[in-house]
Nanobody
């Protein structure tokens, strides 16, 4: 069983920054992908950014150049630095840890960007 806990969400004005963090605990494979998805009201959950245990990253086009994902393999943590935030970034952000067998999700943290 894997347990993920997110932190760092909140309310920020457009153009501002927030940093999300996620800590994983439990039975964690050393080979995994960690990352972030987001879900706005009435919309599907979309990928924001992911990073493999080897350090390869992938970003959604909508956040490229503004968001930066990083991880600490020793601590099983993943972070998302979000800069130049826009109102359309408003959503619940979910942390995910994926292996070839399963995906585990955090409970989500709200990010609200005011115009």
């Amino acid at each position: 069983q894997v347990h993920l806990v997110e932190s760092g969400g909140g309310l920020v004005q457009a153009g501002g920054s927030l940093r999300l963090s996620c800590a994983a605990s439990g039975s964690i494979s050393s080979i995994n992908t960690m990352g972030w998805y987001r879900q706005a009201p009435g919309k599907q959950r979309d990928l924001v950014a992911i990073i493999t245990s080897g350090g390869r990253t992938y970003y959604a086009d909508s956040v490229k150049g503004r968001f930066t994902i990083s991880r600490d393999n020793a601590k099983n943590t993943v972070s998302l630095q979000m800069d130049s935030l826009k109102p359309e970034d408003t959503a619940v952000y979910f942390c995910v840890l994926e292996t070839n067998r399963r995906a585990d999700w955090g409970q989500g943290t709200q990010v609200t960007v005011s115009s």
